[in-house]
């Protein structure tokens, strides 16, 4: 790989540098994280290798560096495409872009890449490894918005990968990477299969190919994004609150049905092959145990109330208002407010939200499918209620 000094000033990458910058940012993980990583199996041994992932926090180059670092028999050392955002023109900033520099990471403008930039990524991919957040920035709320509100497949990607593997002759593998966070502070990272685009330029419909094979791409890591109990939890609150015939603006839940209920979801969600859960959470210990985990957190942020050790109290509106999407404005247009406006705005977000993995690319919607289960677990607890009290009452 050739450096394009000129235009970027791009720094010879270090692996003592990165192998110890992997090590120091993912101390976490032995303190109070749990990295989970499945099908590192489906990693190609060698490059060349566009790595598509999803986006929603700062420390998710970190976590993508570790799997492929840790959980390689080569320990591949990827190389980032990333926005210079977060940098300016300080004496830090130089700093901290030189160091980024040692450790793979080259920035990019997100408007404007210049031609040195396109040959040098292009490079990249003759026989190594490029890691793209397809997104483009982060998506705070799941969803796969491709460069804030132009919600377009990266079909500039699959066009780089074209060239690349035209210039070289090596076909250019596209591997797609989930990356799901948990309210309890677990990462897990999922790998699918790569694919290879084999358009053939020129050709009637070649842009329209591209463009669905990028969709493609998309939908496969939708369908790899793991639904766990946070995300089954909160969706069972919203339709319950939704569903309570209480005029108060407080729903009474009880605390076992809720348990039972869960597991009952969780059970009829493992049959949905289009939904990629935590299988672990059919294990009744371990459902136990994360059970009583997220419960904890929903009743630190007073989504729940314990009422009588036996019950939880329910605040309808708080759980089923609907959610203000942060992404809905620009960073520009958040600059110009004043300072409480700002704040009220951040926090302006529903606090259930948070623990909803929205995916428009998913085929089958969580929202839907949970709707359609607790239906079904509505039906079947009174049915066992009913006969559950005609067997007490010597009715049956």
Known sequence: MKKIPKESNYLKPSRLMYDIGISLLCAKEFLNKRVYVEGAEKIPEKGPVLVLANHTNYIDPVYLAYAFHKHTKTGIHLNFMMLPDLFG???????VNKLTNKVNAYQVNRERITSEQHIFFKKILHDDFLAIFFGGTRSRDGRFNYMLKKERPPTGLVHLTELAQKESGN????????????????????????????????????????????????????????VNLDTIFA???????????SETGKAVLNAEKCYNDLYSIVNSLSEYSKINLDMAL??????????????????????????????????????????????NKTKEEVKKMG?????????????ISRNLVYNSNKITHLDEVTAEVYKRVKENYKLNYLSEFKRRNNLI
Do not use: W
Request: glycine share 4%; charged share 25%.
């Open 89 to 95: 023109n300080n004496v830090l900033s130089r700093m």
């Open 171 to 226: 076909p250019v593998k596209i591997l797609p990477v989930a990356i799901t966070y948990s309210i309890l502070k677990d990462v897990t990272i999922t790998f699918g299969h790569h694919m290879i685009f084999k358009g053939q330029e020129g050709i009637a419909g070649h842009r329209e190919k591209r463009k669905k094979f990028a969709e493609d791409i998309i939908n496969n890591i939708g369908r790899h994004v793991k």
């Open 235 to 245: 969706n069972y609150l919203v339709q319950y609150a939704a569903n309570s015939s």
């Open 282 to 327: 059919l294990n009744e210990k371990y459902f136990l145990d994360k059970f009583s985990s997220v419960s904890s957190y929903f009743q630190k942020k007073g989504i729940i109330k314990p009422v009588k050790c036996i019950n939880y109290l329910l605040d309808k509106k708080t759980v089923i208002s609907q959610p203000h999407i942060t992404e």
């Open 339 to 351: 300072l409480v406006e700002r704040v009220r705005y951040n926090k302006n977000i529903r606090k």
